[in-house]
Each structure stands twice: as structure tokens, then as C-alpha cells.
Nanobody, 124 residues
């Protein structure tokens, strides 16, 4: 059974930084996609960044390019999201997600495994 456990959320002022972590266990699919999504109250869940565990370049939403970096440590089965220059509008619940192989989509419906989420609050 695949489990994803996020940590690292919190409250920061605008312009601050946070690093999120997601520990994955039980995913036996070699070469699958992992991603970070976020969802603000009343809004749809949106992809922030995603990466293929087998290698290749990460994919970012245009709104976060240059400020946010997704990375992974496969030896630790851990996914990271380094977020810099945070903005108040990026206040949301952040979720780690994984699929069972295949295309690294930006659609939440394409991911079958989700963590419980970690709250990020950015104050102005």
C-alpha cells in the first residue's frame, strides 16, 4: 500500500521560504511521477511542480518558475519542495501525490496516491 507523508508546512511572511518534504513508502512501480499540488479554500487543486522518479527535468507551473524547486532523494524515498519568495496568494494546503507510472500529468485526477497535506500560510 502506497503511503505519502508530508511535513514542513508552517507560517511565514511574504518573501520568506519553506521546505516541504514527502516520504513515500510502498510504491513498487519503478519509474513513476511524483508531484506537489496545492489547494486554497474555494479553489481547485492545482499542480505546482512534478518530477519523474526515473530522472528527467522537473516541470513547473509558470507561476512558480524561478522561485520554487522540486527535488528528490530516491535513496530516502523522499520528495522535496523548496519554496522561496513566497507570496500571500500561495497560502494553501500543499499535497504530495504519486501515480503508478506513465505520463507526468498536471491533472490531479491522474494521481492515485495522496498525502494528508501540509498547510502553508503566507502573511503580508
Amino acid at each position: 500500500q502506497v503511503q505519502l507523508v508530508e511535513s514542513g508546512g508552517g507560517s511565514v511572511q511574504a518573501g520568506g521560504s519553506l521546505r516541504l518534504s514527502c516520504v513515500e513508502s510502498g510504491n513498487t512501480y519503478r519509474g513513476h511521477c511524483m508531484a506537489w499540488f496545492r489547494q486554497a479554500p474555494g479553489k481547485e487543486r492545482e499542480a505546482v511542480a512534478r518530477i519523474y522518479t526515473g530522472g528527467g527535468s522537473p516541470i513547473y507551473d509558470d507561476s512558480v518558475k524561478g522561485r520554487i524547486t522540486i527535488s528528490q532523494d530516491r535513496a530516502k524515498n523522499t520528495l522535496y519542495l523548496q519554496m522561496n519568495s513566497l507570496k500571500p496568494e500561495e497560502t494553501a494546503m500543499y499535497y504530495c501525490a504519486a501515480n503508478s507510472g506513465g505520463f507526468c500529468s498536471s491533472k490531479a485526477s491522474q494521481f492515485g496516491y495522496w498525502g494528508q497535506g501540509t498547510q502553508v500560510t503566507v502573511s503580508s
